[in-house]
């Protein structure tokens, strides 16, 4: 089946579809996809497991909306809910489900919106600065560089784009801003290459990149839902269900990768002889550390080069 649909290329979807398997094949069984997108990953997985039913979450309606003529075969199968994904336990109870096989989330922006210049995540053409995943939303990219103080931008570019030169790149904003208002990306993209010292614009690609990234990232107040869906998909798991996590930088995978490590220690204080029995792990990890997709995926997909994915499964209720 060729699951690569309007421009989506679903990342690692064989290692998705493996992961998953062990927790999809009963009947009966449940799916959050907490990230739809464009339904690529889903729509593998509903081929796989004709028993599967699946939730499918995105806070961008034109994404619910493609998903639904992209799943138009098996919509009887498929809830799709129009939500950030860090409502799930909200979604879980409206729909009447106690828990769930597995949880999927393929983080970061999809293909479509990069490429739809309209949405102005990317400053590879001129758009509007919006960047909203959720058109919903009253905050926008532009809202941020235009009002936030400098300090506070500097700050967004600091930590969600690890920029060296944030106070640098933010005092050009607020410097270009007091003459007219920003609402370009590549007018924004200009400010932000004339504001780095030019022999750090030769190397690490786009000098806008970090900049862009940070400010999606206020934008949609991705690490916050984040830190609060992780835990939540996890305690929708019934035992024996499974997550899978596709992030695509640092900030995202340090969230996962503290939250799962959470759930896979043996809490028994330390110096008993043995393990106490609330405190032995509920979860198990099913990746040994993060995993990459390999170059053959890459060659053919290049935004699946920054991917890191990893996995667990539940072992036992809470205590």
Do not use: W
């Amino acid at each position: 089946m060729d699951t690569a649909t309007a421009g989506h290329v679903p990342v690692m979807l064989d290692r998705v579809r493996d992961l998953l398997r062990p927790a999809l094949g009963a009947a009966g069984a449940v799916l959050i996809d907490a990230t739809l997108g464009r339904a690529g990953h889903t729509r593998a997985l509903l081929a796989d497991h004709p028993d599967l039913r699946v939730v499918g979450i995105d806070a961008d309606a034109a994404s619910i909306e493609e998903s639904r003529r992209v799943l138009a075969a098996d919509l009887d199968r498929v809830t799709l809910v129009h939500a950030a994904y860090d409502q799930i336990p909200a979604i879980l109870t409206d729909l009447g489900l106690p828990g769930v096989g597995a949880v999927l989330f393929d983080l970061g922006v999809s293909s479509p919106q990069l490429d739809d210049p309209a949405r102005g995540f990317s400053y590879a053409r001129d758009a509007p600065l919006d960047m909203r995943m959720d058109q919903d939303r009253p905050l926008t990219a532009a809202d941020v560089v235009n009002t936030y103080p400098a300090q506070d931008l500097a700050r967004v570019l600091r930590e969600y784009g690890e920029e060296r030169f944030a106070a640098r790149i933010a005092a050009a904003v607020v410097r270009e801003r007091a003459v007219r208002p920003l609402t370009s990306t590549q007018r924004l993209a200009e400010i932000v290459r004339d504001a780095i010292p030019a022999p750090a614009r030769r190397s690490g690609g786009n000098p806008a990149k970090r900049t862009f990234q940070a400010l999606r990232i206020e934008v949609n107040d991705e690490l916050g839902t984040l830190r609060r869906a992780v835990p939540a998909a996890l305690d929708a798991l019934a035992v024996g269900g499974r997550i899978v996590v596709l992030a695509y930088q640092s900030l995202e995978d340090r969230i996962v990768k503290r939250e799962l490590a959470a759930r896979t220690a043996d809490t028994t204080p330390v110096g008993l002889p043995v393990s106490l029995p609330g405190s032995r792990p509920r979860f198990a990890l099913l990746t040994s550390g993060a995993e990459r997709p390999g170059e053959a995926e890459i060659a053919v997909n290049p935004r699946a080069a920054s991917a890191r994915l990893r996995a667990a499964e539940r072992l036992r209720e809470a205590a």
